[in-house]
C-alpha cells in the first residue's frame, strides 16, 4: 500500500512506523572496479535491470580475479551483449 504524505506524518505522530518492501531480487553490488568491467563486458552498467541477477550468477570475486576464471567467464558475457536486459 502506498500512503502519501499527509497520511505518513499522521500515522507517524501517532506512533507507527512504516515498513518499506524490498525487493528479494535486489542485489547491493560491492564498490569494485572488476564489477564494473565485467558489467561492460556484458554492455551493462551498475543501473541496469539486470546487473544484480548477472552478479549473482558469476563465480566469487576471489575466484574471478585469476585470469583462467575470467576467461571462462567472456564467452557469456560476449552473448549478453546483444540481449536487451539493459
Known amino acids: 500500500m502506498s500512503w502519501d504524505g499527509l497520511q505518513r506524518e499522521t500515522l507517524e505522530a501517532l506512533g ?3 515498513w518499506q518492501r524490498v ?3 535486489a542485489v547491493e553490488l560491492p564498490d569494485d572496479p572488476l564489477i564494473d568491467a565485467l558489467l561492460k ?3 551493462r552498467d551498475r543501473n541496469s535491470a539486470d546487473a544484480g541477477a548477472l552478479f549473482r ?3 566469487p ?3 574471478l580475479r585469476q585470469p583462467a576464471a575470467k576467461r571462462a567467464l567472456w564467452p557469456r558475457l ?3 551483449r546483444g540481449q536487451p536486459g539493459a
Open 16 to 18: 507507527y512506523s512504516l
Open 23 to 25: 525487493d528479494p531480487q
Open 61 to 63: 570475486l576471489a575466484q
Open 57 to 59: 550468477a558469476w563465480p
Open 41 to 43: 563486458a556484458a554492455g
Open 78 to 80: 560476449r552473448a549478453l
